[in-house]
């Protein structure tokens, strides 16, 4: 069975992906951004995902106005880095996961949520600068990326609510993939910022935090945040933060913060920076079982299942050993 095993959030500034290509992480202004992504990319390092789901917006460079998907899933076999006006990043081609993508899509379809399906796509800083924080400078991607295209450039964007929502439903959808993956859930974009219009450089750090300390606790109030209040509080571009939300509703009720970053600013935006953790889940029930409470249990499984071991991850089709809360 595949599982989600943590969630991270990142902003996905351009400028960031500026900085590293052009080889600027050094300056003090960015090496103060870049120093709070070194201990993240240690633990993506540890974590070792077989499979990164990254929540992203696509910034005009895939979509035009002509065609805005409010979900948009990525079931390519890759995905070329866009041309965003000075060429394409130099950063490798996004390896996709078909087979799981197309799960997930068959299973959140029929689940009534009406994403899209892109078969073809290119991907922009919104994707591959997370990409660069988390995993550094590498010549491939240690691991395909399934991309999910959310709409938060065009009103109407997808409520706080929805965003959650379709996080539970792809949490479902991977726990239901039969091949032993683990599954790391990105959400991008944020925090706080308004790059045009006269409140253009807006950033709100006390909104920031504590939609931070909200994520780690108690996501249930942020979901609730109707986006007038994201763009009065976080500006207009401060929307992006919805998407954190599918992570979010993603990961387990309760999850371990590992690790927070926040800074102010990168370009023109403040950067803020989490990685949660799902518990590990317990192959075996947490209480020692009585040897009455074993033998009655071994009574009523015999007849339907004689073969079966007692316990253990076996790729074998309707096997459910682990608990799937
Ligand atoms: C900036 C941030 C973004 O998220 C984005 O998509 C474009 C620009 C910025 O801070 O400049
Ligand atoms: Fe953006």
Same mark, same amino acid.
């Given at each position: 069975?595949?599982r989600?095993?943590?969630?991270?959030?990142?902003s996905?500034?351009?400028?960031?992906?500026?900085?590293?290509?052009? =080889? =600027?992480?050094?300056?003090?202004y960015?090496?103060?951004?870049?120093?709070?992504? &070194?201990?993240?990319?240690e633990?993506?390092?540890?974590?070792?995902?077989?499979?990164?789901?990254?929540?992203?917006? #696509?910034?005009?460079?895939?979509?035009? &106005?002509?065609?805005?998907?409010?979900?948009?899933?990525?079931?390519? +076999?890759?995905?070329?880095?866009? #041309?965003e006006?000075?060429?394409?990043?130099?950063?490798?081609?996004? =390896?996709?996961?078909p087979? @799981?993508?197309?799960?997930?899509?068959?299973?959140?379809? @029929? #689940?009534?949520?009406?994403l899209?399906?892109?078969?073809?796509m290119?991907?922009?800083?919104? !994707?591959?600068?997370?990409?660069? @924080?988390?995993?550094?400078s590498?010549? /491939?991607?240690?691991?395909p990326?399934?991309?999910?295209?959310?709409?938060?450039?065009?009103?109407?964007?997808?409520?706080?609510?929805?965003?959650?929502?379709?996080g539970? +439903?792809?949490?479902?959808?991977?726990?239901?993939?039969p091949?032993? @993956?683990?599954?790391?859930?990105?959400?991008?974009?944020?925090?706080?910022?308004?790059?045009?219009?006269?409140?253009?450089? !807006?950033?709100?750090?006390?909104? #920031?935090?504590?939609?931070?300390?909200g994520?780690?606790?108690?996501?249930?109030?942020?979901?609730?945040?109707?986006? $007038?209040?994201?763009m009065?509080?976080?500006?207009a /571009?401060?929307?992006?933060?919805?998407?954190?939300?599918?992570?979010?509703?993603?990961?387990?009720?309760?999850?371990?913060? $590992?690790?927070r970053?926040?800074? &102010?600013?990168?370009?023109?935006?403040?950067?803020?920076?989490?990685?949660?953790?799902?518990a590990?889940?317990?192959i075996?029930?947490?209480?020692? +079982?009585?040897?009455?409470?074993?033998?009655?249990?071994?009574?009523?499984?015999?007849?339907?299942?004689?073969? !079966?071991?007692?316990?253990g991850?076996?790729?074998?089709?309707? !096997?459910?050993?682990?608990?799937?809360?």
């Amino acid at each position: 069975m595949a599982r989600i095993i943590a969630g991270v959030t990142s902003s996905h500034v351009p400028a960031i992906g500026a900085a590293i290509d052009n =080889k =600027k992480t050094e300056e003090p202004y960015w090496k103060r951004v870049f120093s709070g992504f &070194v201990k993240s990319k240690e633990w993506m390092a540890d974590a070792k995902p077989d499979v990164v789901i990254a929540v992203y917006n #696509d910034h005009a460079s895939a979509f035009s &106005v002509e065609l805005i998907p409010t979900f948009a899933l990525g079931c390519a +076999a890759e995905f070329p880095p866009a #041309d965003e006006g000075w060429g394409p990043r130099p950063v490798p081609v996004v =390896k996709g996961h078909p087979a @799981l993508a197309s799960h997930i899509a068959q299973s959140v379809i @029929l #689940d009534e949520f009406d994403l899209t399906i892109v078969n073809k796509m290119e991907v922009d800083h919104g !994707l591959t600068v997370p990409l660069n @924080l988390m995993f550094g400078s590498p010549t /491939e991607w240690p691991c395909p990326v399934i991309p999910l295209a959310v709409n938060v450039v065009m009103y109407p964007p997808p409520t706080g609510h929805r965003c959650y929502m379709l996080g539970r +439903a792809i949490r479902k959808a991977v726990q239901s993939y039969p091949e032993d @993956l683990r599954v790391v859930i990105m959400g991008t974009g944020g925090m706080s910022h308004q790059i045009s219009g006269p409140r253009a450089g !807006l950033i709100n750090s006390k909104f #920031d935090k504590a939609y931070l300390d909200g994520l780690t606790k108690d996501p249930k109030k942020l979901i609730r945040i109707p986006h $007038v209040e994201y763009m009065r509080e976080a500006g207009a /571009e401060g929307i992006e933060m919805v998407m954190w939300l599918v992570m979010r509703g993603a990961l387990d009720d309760k999850v371990k913060e $590992v690790y927070r970053f926040y800074t &102010v600013p990168a370009s023109n935006t403040a950067v803020g920076h989490i990685i949660l953790e799902n518990a590990e889940r317990k192959i075996k029930s947490r209480r020692p +079982a009585s040897a009455k409470g074993r033998a009655a249990r071994a009574k009523r499984a015999a007849p339907r299942a004689p073969s !079966l071991p007692a316990s253990g991850g076996g790729k074998g089709r309707g !096997l459910v050993v682990r608990s799937q809360r």
